[in-house]
T-cell receptor
Framework: DTAVSQTPKYLVTQMGNDKSIKCEQN?????MYWYKQDSKKFLKIMFS???????INETVPNRFSPKSPDKAHLNLHINSLELGDSAVYFC?????????????FGPGTRLTVT | DQQVKQNSPSLSVQEGRISILNCDYT??????FLWYKKYPAEGPTFLIS?????DKNEDGRFTVFLNKSAKHLSLHIVPSQPGDSAVYFC????????????FGAGTQVVVTP
């Protein structure tokens, strides 16, 4: 009974390729997020969707495009991958009531660009 | 600019003793603070939180203290257990930020027998 799942768990690809990471949550949450954890281990928010509507869009290159087909899914598509995109990407979700700060994270997708 | 700082990258503590993790923040608009725990190859899991209107919140072995005037919070784990060995992240959010969490760099805790 996985709460927040991500696929794939590992992704190795070459520079210039386009790749997608998928995220699904079965918690009934309205809000979903994408975070990036870089080599210095900082977790930084990239995007957030509430009921399929984009509400947070940090300063992220427009090669990154999130898509939310429904409340339970938030996918991340990356075009023209660069070496600096190598990181661990975490999806998270938060409940519709109570502090939206208490977010539930997926296991992460380790992206390596060669 | 890092608005949430954890200046101790690592902490080693004996089993049964107290672990104290520290976190400082710079943004006075933050009104909610959280601690997350992360094991290798897993996502962070929520541990405990505190609202800015409180100065202490306790949940079992975990207690978070908030000192607003010093812009400082700490997490106390008593007693420390081997299963507490993990990376602990401090995070903060402001009212109306739609859940945008600002994370610290994390503190690696190792609990030794």
């Amino acid at each position: 009974d996985t709460a927040v799942s991500q696929t794939p768990k590992y992704l190795v690809t070459q520079m210039g390729n386009d790749k997608s990471i998928k995220c699904e949550q079965n918690l009934g949450h309205d809000t979903m997020y994408w975070y990036k954890q870089d080599s210095k281990k900082f977790l930084k928010i990239m995007f957030s969707y509430n009921n399929k509507e984009l509400i947070i869009n940090e300063t992220v290159p427009n090669r990154f495009s999130p898509k939310s087909p429904d409340k339970a899914h938030l996918n991340l598509h990356i075009n023209s991958l660069e070496l600096g995109d190598s990181a661990v990407y975490f999806c998270a979700s938060s409940p519709p009531s109570g502090p939206s700060y208490e977010q539930y994270f997926g296991p992460g997708t380790r992206l390596t660009v060669t | 600019d890092q608005q949430v700082k954890q200046n101790s990258p690592s902490l080693s503590v004996q089993e049964g003793r107290i672990s104290i993790l520290n976190c400082d923040y710079t943004n006075s608009m933050f009104d909610y603070f959280l601690w997350y725990k992360k094991y290798p190859a897993e996502g962070p899991t929520f541990l405990i939180s505190i609202s800015s209107i409180k100065d202490k919140n306790e949940d079992g072995r975990f207690t978070v203290f908030l000192n607003k005037s010093a812009k400082h919070l700490s997490l106390h784990i008593v007693p420390s257990q081997p299963g507490d060995s993990a990376v602990y992240f401090c995070a903060a959010s402001g009212r109306g930020s739609w859940g945008k969490l600002q994370f610290g760099a994390g503190t690696q805790v190792v609990v030794t027998p």
